[in-house]
């Protein structure tokens, strides 16, 4: 597998998954958008065909069929499967990508950092469906009121009671964060230590003490829900620490893991950005072909063929940036900055994309459920979460000479 | 060349203001969620003036003498800064008003002037899609046949002054069923769709055959929207310089990062000099400069850039908060659309206007 070429095993994901967005989908994406609900009959039939919540612990072979080559020395495929198959469920719509995958945001740290018994049991927790009859899902609780970018701020914590830990603070804007069965959540078990003792925990739904709060209204990615979660002394077992007890070889499970863990899925959100500039981009030129203006084919039109043209190498620009990041990942060399590179101009890309083409199509994307619109709010989410465009820009500069620019 | 406001327009201007801050803003997120504006804005806007202010005073409206696009121009940007789907509905008028008076027939004016002083409402359509088909009649007037809209005003407009291929028609909306639509932007403007089959437009209700009449009513509409669409830019970076003062991160208030100092600064650079613009297309419209259309079709082109840039940056200063609807940012970068959209793309009406005569 190089670079610029797709295996037959990653053309194949292409080929289903865009299938999947473009007839399963983009039907019932302005639905969702306009009732801003979950679309959970989807998120079902998607387990089904081996799109699970829990695909980065469940590795490929349940989409694929073909295991990961067990040797760790090997190139993986894992990287590039995931941000060709988040650019096609993107492309159908970014909302229910995210519904689809938001569990994946919880899964992470667990696969990364957790110890088989944690796995099982987050896996055990994430079983069969839940009591209004959907299928399960998780959060990664991180964020909160206060502390977004600066993730060394948080304010929960986490105190040792015996055997157990006792957790106390507020999450805000956590994906999944009314519907989870499970949640990871990031708490301060040492507040001397500093970043050093941040850690995360397995909490299910139902502990004493976890109330999910208010979901948001949002201006995008509407499918996908986003709520504040609190944790009013809520006791979890101390086995239930990420990483913990310490396993020799393993990740230690403090904040420098997900600091390295957002380098692994920050490609993945990248390549959503790419699906939604290429959903605006197709649209355009669909519009465009056999289109006329005035009595004049619209592709004889340098204002709009050269716009287009501009998309286009845009797109495949942010799409090679992003397969870049995911190619260095599979092949275990280091991709923070690349991570970060395709992160940031894939979420310029994606807003500069759906802007042009919401002017370009004029007041025709001003009617409701106009899927353009809907490209268009949806778009400005990749340039706040999981790093903002400055926090991106912020870990460049710091690659380039150590200081952090003010 | 005097950039100084004369009494009468620093009254308007913090009148207006006043409104802006207390009443609009205090109303638009309300508005939004139910789509619709308060029942209080048509008595606290008519109170201000609104809705006949271009309206001849001997048929009942408050115009005494000519027009001021200026003044309209500096009020606009006062209501872009309180809330721009509210602000639709109180500027929708002045065209259809401004353009009847000028032109229109007796029966014309009758008609429509009886219905705005009577509270009523008036839309401004421009087929730049050429979506509608026009039939003359054989008696001088026309059938329209297609759809109109969406289009702000609509749903509760007794007129709607039509713009096409370089006619001006008054359509009488009695009997044309409408469909309210709520699109994500200006929410509370009573958008709608209508769709007109053999709609019959009377010749006394064409108002004018003469191209250049149809460009001055749109270089009108850009002025206002220019100027609004600034005042939208500059109430984006209000909000997040003060979000940006309290807000903490990294042990210091994310407004003194350089990086987003630059985005509000390029920001209300860009909003001074709309704004600036649009009050020069103003002035060239009272004034009957020739320059008056290319004035307010510039303004718009830039407005349009500018308002969509600030509101994206102002969300973007906001971060997570800014994609929820706890802080009007949200809101204010879907209220930017219509701007850029409304009556097509202006650019492109720009280039080809250009191709044509080279
Ligand atoms: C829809 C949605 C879903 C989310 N899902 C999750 C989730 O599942 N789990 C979770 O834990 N979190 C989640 N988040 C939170 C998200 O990760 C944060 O919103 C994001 O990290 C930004 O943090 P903030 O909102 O606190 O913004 P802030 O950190 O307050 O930033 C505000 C502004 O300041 C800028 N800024 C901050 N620091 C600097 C600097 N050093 N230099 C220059 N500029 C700076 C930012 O770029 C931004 O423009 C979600 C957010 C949203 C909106």
Not at chain 1, 155 to 173: C, L, P, Y
Not at chain 1, 252 to 280: C, E, F, H, N, W
Not at chain 2, 265 to 291: E, F, K, N, V
């Amino acid at each position: 597998m190089d670079l610029f070429h797709d295996s037959p095993l990653l053309t194949g994901v292409r080929q289903m998954l865009g299938g999947f967005a473009q007839h399963q989908i983009r039907p019932i994406a302005i639905q969702h958008d306009q009732e801003e609900s979950m679309p959970w009959e989807l998120m079902r039939t998607a387990q089904k065909l081996g799109l699970s919540q829990t695909a980065v612990l469940d590795g490929r072979k349940k989409l694929t069929g073909v295991a990961e080559d067990p040797d760790p020395t090997k190139p993986k495929s894992q990287g590039r499967l995931a941000v060709i198959g988040s650019e096609e469920l993107a492309f159908g719509c970014a909302g229910i990508c995210l519904a689809l995958g938001g569990s994946g945001l919880a899964a992470s740290p667990v696969a990364r950092m957790g110890t088989e018994e944690q796995k099982a049991e987050f896996k055990r927790l994430l079983a069969g469906d839940d009591e209004k009859g959907h299928i399960k899902v998780a959060a990664m609780a991180l964020s909160e009121p206060a502390t977004g970018s600066d993730i060394s701020g948080l304010t929960t914590t986490a105190t040792r009671d015996g055997e157990h830990w006792i957790i106390r603070g507020s999450k805000q804007w956590i994906t999944n964060g009314q519907s989870a069965a499970v949640y990871v959540v990031w708490a301060q078990t040492e507040p001397a230590a500093g970043r050093a003792g941040v850690r995360g925990f397995l909490v299910a739904r139902g502990t004493p003490g976890l109330v999910p709060g208010r979901k948001e209204t949002k201006l995008g990615i509407r499918a996908s829900e986003t709520a504040q979660v609190h944790f009013e002394d809520v006791r979890v077992h101390k086995d239930m620490m990420l990483g913990s007890p310490a396993v020799p070889g393993e990740a230690s499970g403090g904040l420098a893991d997900t600091k390295k863990m957002l380098d692994s899925t920050r490609p993945v959100v990248a390549a959503q950005g790419v699906g939604i500039a290429r959903a605006a981009y197709e649209f355009l030129l669909d519009r465009v072909r056999g289109g006329s203006l005035h009595g004049t084919p619209m592709a004889s039109h340098q204002h709009i063929m050269f716009e287009l043209a501009d998309m286009q190498m845009e797109i495949t620009a942010a799409r090679l940036l992003t397969h870049r990041a995911a190619w260095l990942a599979d092949h275990h060399q280091e991709n923070v900055a690349e991570a970060s590179m395709a992160k940031a101009y894939a979420a310029k890309v994606a807003q500069a994309v759906t802007t042009r083409a919401m002017v370009l199509l004029g007041e025709e994307a001003l009617a409701p459920g106009h899927p353009v619109d809907k490209w268009y709010r949806d778009a400005k989410i990749y340039d706040i979460f999981e790093g903002t465009g400055q926090i991106q820009r912020r870990i460049l500069s710091r690659q380039l000479t150590g200081m952090n620019p003010t | 060349m005097d950039f100084a406001l004369d009494d009468d327009q620093q009254m308007i201007v913090d009148t207006i203001r006043r409104f802006a801050d207390r009443d609009l803003r205090g109303w638009a997120a309300d508005a939004d969620r139910a789509g619709a504006p308060p029942d209080r804005l048509a008595h606290v806007a008519g109170e201000l003036g609104f809705f006949t202010d271009a309206v001849p005073a001997d048929a009942g409206g408050q115009l005494e003498a000519a027009y001021s696009h200026a003044t309209r121009a500096l009020r606009g940007f006062e209501l872009g800064r309180g809330c721009p789907g509210l602000a639709a509905l109180l500027e929708t008028n002045v065209e259809p008003a401004l353009a009847v008076g000028r032109w229109g027939s007796p029966a014309a004016k009758a008609s429509l002037f009886a219905s705005l002083t009577a509270g009523g409402l008036a839309a401004l359509a421009h087929d730049s899609r050429g979506t509608l088909s026009v039939d003359a009649d054989g008696a001088g007037g026309a059938r329209l046949t297609g759809p109109l809209g969406p289009l702000p005003a609509l749903a509760i407009a007794s007129h709607v002054l039509l713009a096409k291929d370089g006619v001006l028609y008054l359509l009488d909306l009695a009997g044309v069923a409408r469909i309210a639509v709520a699109p994500s932007s200006w929410r509370a403007a009573r958008w709608a769709t209508a769709e007109l089959t053999a709609h019959a437009v009377a010749a006394d209700h064409v108002v004018s055959r003469d191209p250049a009449a149809v460009a001055e009513v749109l270089a009108w509409a850009r002025a206002s929207l220019a100027a609004r669409a600034a005042g939208v830019a500059t109430a984006a970076m209000e909000h997040a310089e003060r979000y940006a003062a309290e807000r903490v991160q990294f042990g210091q208030p994310i407004g003194r990062f350089e990086s987003l100092i630059r985005l509000r600064d390029d920001a209300l650079t860009g909003a001074a000099a709309a704004r600036l613009m649009a009050l020069h297309a103003a002035w060239a419209l009272d004034t009957h400069h020739p320059s008056a259309h290319d004035a307010a079709s510039r303004a718009r082109v830039l407005a349009g850039d500018v308002v969509t840039r600030a509101t994206i940056d102002a969300v973007q200063i906001f971060g997570g908060y800014g994609f929820v609807n706890d802080y009007p940012v949200e809101k204010l970068m879907r209220d930017a659309r219509p701007f850029e959209a409304l009556h097509g793309d202006e650019r492109l009406g720009r280039v080809l206007a250009q191709k044509a005569v080279i």
